[in-house]
């Protein structure tokens, strides 16, 4: 959970354009209070197996659940804990984001409005590594989204996307293969090659 | 901050026999935001002239940011310039970061500006006078929507609008030039009457 949320605070640092103080920055970043809350949550559902933990658990509950509650009420974002989000995850705005019952890789980028769940069936889709996914976009249903792929704003996917391409429009069309997303999800060179050790160790 | 034209918007979301001024007030969030929008955005704007009033503005705008998230579920770009008699949903979240908003505009919910709220930069959008705006549109890039242009609901634009033209889908096209949408911005419907009608 901490080296999760540990490369969480890195992405959120990345987008500092130098203008405030750093206490500006992560106080009104909306998505970062719920990846916090999101991470507690995440371990302490690995924290059951370990039984040296169990006297935390009745504790960290109550306070997972006061945490998210204020966060669905307050912004309007809920990451479910049956989603399995990958460290360096970025929520860029609040409002109506609903991530349950997927997969996303490493270094993820989603906006406001999102919905990446489960369609009725229960299979969710799973997202790879460093995509970036627009406001509005609605990812429902088992599709798998390739590795640095980009997903525009309001884009319906409803079907795997490949590695790499930039998809656009409802239906979702490919529009450009090999695009590279580098800019857009505000990484840092040095700070991803960081993330990645964080992951790794 | 308040001028004459901001009690015009009032005339909208009043309905006859809907109760008192106050009574309005309270219960229309979009004012809400847009009051608190109007003195963010004096604060910007008289950044040279320090008044009393000014910083009274400036401890109110620290509030207004958190207060717009929280309760109005939406933010907007403290520099984007709204001009009086602009009518934003009080459904939320709305994400402005156009450059200006023209006098007479009607903006639904659920709607998206530019690529940035906070710290400007590229790919702001400017709104001319008289637009309707649908709810769940995204108008992402340096756009700029022609006065008395209608966006239908869940388009997202990918070039600019010529005035009085009619743009619908994802990607978006135009559907109809030429088209007088003050009965659209007249009512509240959402999805108008005019147009699954006619378009």
Request: glycine share 12%; with cysteine; hydrophobic share 40%.
């Amino acid at each position: 959970m901490t080296a999760a949320f540990i490369a969480d605070l890195r992405r959120c640092g990345d987008f500092d354009q130098g203008g405030g103080a750093a206490w500006r920055l992560f106080a009104y970043s909306y998505g970062l209070h719920a990846l916090f809350a999101y991470r507690l949550g995440r371990w302490l559902l690995r924290a059951r197996a370990k039984c040296y933990l169990w006297p935390l658990l009745p504790v960290c509950w109550p306070i997972y659940y006061l945490l998210s509650r204020c966060v669905w009420v307050a912004y309007d974002i809920r990451l479910e804990l049956s989603a399995d989000i990958g460290p360096g995850f970025y929520i860029g705005h609040f409002g109506a984001i609903r991530v349950r019952r997927c997969q996303i890789g490493a270094n993820c980028s989603i906006g406001h409005l999102t919905h990446i769940s489960a369609a009725a069936d229960g299979r969710g889709p799973v997202v790879g590594d460093r995509v970036w996914i627009g406001a509005h976009a609605r990812i429902i249903g088992p599709h798998r989204i390739g590795s640095h792929a980009t997903i525009g704003a309001a884009t319906v996917i409803q079907g795997d996307v490949p590695e790499g391409v930039l998809c656009l429009g409802n239906p979702a069309r490919l529009v450009i293969r090999n695009y590279d997303n580098r800019r857009i999800l505000g990484l840092r060179e040095e700070v991803q090659s960081q993330t990645h050790n964080a992951a790794a160790s | 901050m308040a001028d004459a034209r901001f009690y015009d918007c009032l005339g909208r979301v009043g309905r006859p026999g809907a109760g008192s001024l106050a009574w309005t007030m309270l219960h229309n969030r979009g004012l809400w935001m847009l009051t608190s929008h109007r003195i963010a955005h004096f604060c910007v704007r008289r950044r040279d002239a320090r008044s009393p009033a000014w910083w009274i503005a400036r401890l109110c705008k620290s509030f207004g940011a958190g207060f717009n998230v929280i309760f109005c579920r939406s933010q907007l770009a403290e520099d984007c310039e709204i001009d009086g008699a602009a009518y934003l949903s009080d459904q939320g979240y709305l994400f402005c970061g156009a450059l200006s908003i023209g006098a007479g505009s009607l903006i639904h919910n659920r709607c998206t500006f530019g690529q940035k709220v906070a710290g400007g930069g590229a790919g702001r959008p400017t709104l001319g006078k008289d637009v309707w705006i649908g709810p769940d549109c995204v108008i992402a890039g340096s756009l700029t929507v022609g006065d008395g242009a209608t966006v239908l609901p869940g388009s997202v634009l990918t070039f600019s609008v010529p005035p009085r033209a009619v743009v619908k889908g994802n990607p978006a096209r135009i559907v109809r030039t030429n088209f007088d949408n003050s009965g659209l911005r007249r009512s509240l419907t959402i999805v108008p009457d005019v147009a699954t009608d006619t378009l």
